[in-house]
């Protein structure tokens, strides 16, 4: 099935630790997305791409990094340098950078401070 | 991009229409309204969206006012698995800039 897989589920980060969230589609679609969401809040955009090897800050992106080395793959990591790292973290792509198509989502990953 | 306004919470008799407003008034020629919704602990999940003609697809009905600042989803028999946060977004199609996503509309579905 195309779609957007997120990876793990659940994640729980030590003091000091970095983690690598996934990221994979299959969809062929050009751009991808990083979201932060807090309990009973709306979506916060950390980091996005438009195509392979660029990115761009979003309105959070301090304390994460991305790197997208292959099309399909778009991969967070939430450094040490995040202090309150807690939150449900959303993947998301769309077919082109540009025009009316809407992004897709995944399932998405929480993450907890053990 | 337009600001959009949406009723904070709705509750809905479970087969009935349920109807959600959105009032985005500043809304520019290029940008179009795109509606997504949050099943507790998911990802969203997109439904629908139009830029001036009213839209339907198997999921919902979009109906944009003719001046364009306000449009209603139309969920034509609601169930319970339908609760969800609503939300409505105005993006434009020519700009490269992601959706916003605010903080939508919780419909609760009643049996």
């Known amino acids: 099935d195309g779609g957007i897989t997120q990876s793990p589920k659940y994640l729980f980060r030590k003091e000091g630790q970095n983690v690598t969230l996934s990221c994979e589609q299959n969809?062929?679609?050009?751009?991808m997305y990083w979201y932060r969401q807090d309990p009973g809040q709306g979506l916060r955009l950390i980091y996005y791409s438009q195509i392979v090897n660029d990115f761009q800050k979003g309105d959070i992106a301090e304390g994460y990094s991305v790197s997208r080395e292959k099309k399909e793959s778009f991969p967070l990591t939430v450094t040490s340098a995040q202090k309150n790292p807690t939150a449900f973290y959303l993947c998301a792509s769309r077919q082109g950078a540009f025009g009316n198509q809407p992004q897709h989502f995944g399932d998405g990953t929480r993450l907890s401070i053990l | 991009d337009a600001k959009t306004t949406q009723p904070p919470s709705m509750d809905c008799a479970e087969g009935r229409a349920a109807n959600l407003p959105c009032n985005h008034s500043?809304?520019?020629?290029?940008?179009?309204v795109y509606w997504y919704r949050q099943i507790h602990s998911q990802g969203p999940q997109y439904i629908i969206h139009?830029?001036?003609n009213n839209e339907t697809n198997e999921m919902a009905s979009l109906i944009i006012t003719e001046d364009r600042k306000s449009s209603t989803l139309i969920l034509p028999h609601a169930t319970l698995r339908d609760t969800a946060v609503y939300y409505c977004i105005s993006k434009s199609f020519s700009g490269n800039t992601p959706l916003v996503f605010g903080k939508g509309t919780r419909l609760s579905v009643i049996a």
């Open positions: 969809l062929n679609h050009d751009a």
């Open positions: 500043t809304i520019s020629g290029n940008e179009y």
């Open positions: 139009g830029l001036k």
